[in-house]
Nanobody, 123 residues
Framework: QVQLAESGGGLVQAGDSPRLSCAAS????????MGWFRQAPGKERELIAG????????YYAYNVKGRFTVSRENAKNTLYLQMNSLKPEDTAVYYC????????????????WGQGTQVTVSS
């Protein structure tokens, strides 16, 4: 199975537009449905964006839709999350996740996880 490693987090200002990357190992990245989750202190981990294997179908949580964009480059084994107009409430640990058989919009289908990257948004 793939192994996932996120990068691109850190301390940013409100209104900034950073991009997270998720590098996947292995040669079968294109067969995995991919997603981005986040977990804020004291809150449950939430699915904020999901993408089908080919990238033609996406899901966004209501609280990021219109601000965040998920994309993937299967040739580079990489998933991205472009985050625009960040708010302090976007502060969380962001996780890249994958599933070989699940649906891109079903939170509980994801079963492969990266280690997470902290994003802290200051006001």
């Amino acid at each position: 199975q793939v192994q996932l490693a996120e990068s691109g987090g850190g301390l940013v200002q409100a209104g900034d537009s950073p991009r997270l990357s998720c590098a996947a190992s292995g040669r079968t990245f294109g067969t995995y449905t991919m997603g981005w989750f986040r977990q804020a202190p004291g809150k449950e981990r939430e699915l904020i964006a999901g993408m089908s294997t080919s990238g033609d179908r996406t899901y966004y949580a209501y609280n990021v839709k219109g601000r965040f964009t998920v994309s993937r480059e299967n040739a580079k084994n990489t998933l991205y999350l472009q985050m625009n107009s960040l708010k302090p409430e976007d502060t969380a640990v962001y996780y890249c996740a994958a599933t070989i058989r699940g649906y891109y919009y079903v939170k509980d289908d994801y079963d492969i996880w990266g280690q997470g990257t902290q994003v802290t948004v200051s006001s």
